[in-house]
């Protein structure tokens, strides 16, 4: 068992503002608001849970946003020490290219690969990182073996999968703030698809390095730039399938949330992937694994509404979707961490616990390891009544590490 600190974003902004030596007027004129907010921010009043705000905090503290809201005792907590703990040699794995240590340990045959490959995508939407850990640096390094030697389908196979093993890599490790693997996951994605031309895998490596860059500060244009370039450059090729279609539409949605970290009109980049949704409906078992249809849909849109600041809005549309049409753990948790978050910015602190805990029910590990989830927990538990703080918001915060208390390691 591990103590873990009373922690917020906030919290570390104060540190860190009083080591650079920066005022919180001078902080205030960086950002763009007013000292109040600052003062307010820094002692916990107000959560920091848009993209837009933390990056600009970020910017202006010069710092990754990983120190704002990670600390070491992350790589500890129960929900994500396996992957952590897995991160040195996944990367390994990635940039010896099947050139590793354990060149004695036999090979899996190329359609183990390919099921494992799959199995890899399920599981980071399942929010299963301990297992997704565990499996990556064996089955990059195969899929590496397989891709030089034998028959060149096999070759071409071995390198499908690569691709897939390395996308799931890409958006599990930018999860848990492990920004420099994830880039690199995400260029073997995109040197795996170009080298055997699959226009839907080299969509998908895209859609994964403009979620990468979205979370670098600094870097949110650059997202979109390459979101937008990509959905222009591939459309022809990619609407001719249902899977290409899917990863069209998930360019569109990727446009449309980081235009808005960016502050601009993101309806245009909505209207787009919503009209692709009509087109594709529910398939149950998408490209990737990325759950496209129009559920997931009206919870991007959810997202963009919270990044504007409206949670009336996330709200009303969060009405609109039926989480039963949601296919994995880890798009259903995401529809609810999202409907908490748009009730506790209306005030309504037990429909967010609510929501919350449904979250946390769905995918426990990947709604343990999210820091918003951390940072709104927190927050609430600053704001709410005495008999929700010592009930079961309570237990939450300490099973988040929002709040001091005991975390099983």
Known sequence: MIDIGDRYIGRQVAIIRA?????????????????????????????IDSRKLLYALATALQVSVADLTGSEDDKHLSS???FHSAAPRIEAALIAEGHTDDQERPCASVAALSRDADRALDLRMA???????????????????RSTDGPEDDRRAALSALSRA????ALASKGLGHTSLAWTAARVTANAAGAIGDRV?????????????????????????????ASDSLQSDLTATTEGSELYGMLHLQSALTSAALGKDASGHLAEAREMAT??????KSAFALDFGPANVGIWSMS???EADRGGEALELAAAVDPSAISTAERRSRFYIEQGRAYAMEGRYPEAMTALLQAEHMAPQYVRSRSVVRELVGYMMRRARRDLASGELGRL???VGAVPGKVAS
């Open 304 to 306: 963009v509404a919270l």
């Open 201 to 229: 895998a080299l969509a998908a490596s895209e859609f994964v390095g403009s979620q990468v860059l979205l979370a670098v500060p600094g870097s949110v244009a650059a997202a979109l730039n390459r979101s937008v370039t």
């Open 279 to 284: 087109r594709t409906g529910e398939q149950g």
């Open 166 to 169: 390395a996308f799931a890599t």
């Open 19 to 47: 080591r650079r030596g920066i005022t919180q007027q001078v902080l205030a004129d960086r950002v763009g608001v007013s000292r109040s907010k600052i003062a307010k921010y820094e002692t916990g009043e107000r959560p």
């Open 127 to 145: 929010g299963d990182l301990t297992t997704l850990g565990g499996m990556l640096p064996d089955l990059i390094t195969d899929c590496y073996r």
């Open 397 to 399: 915060a300490q099973r």
């Open 80 to 82: 994500a020490a396996a």
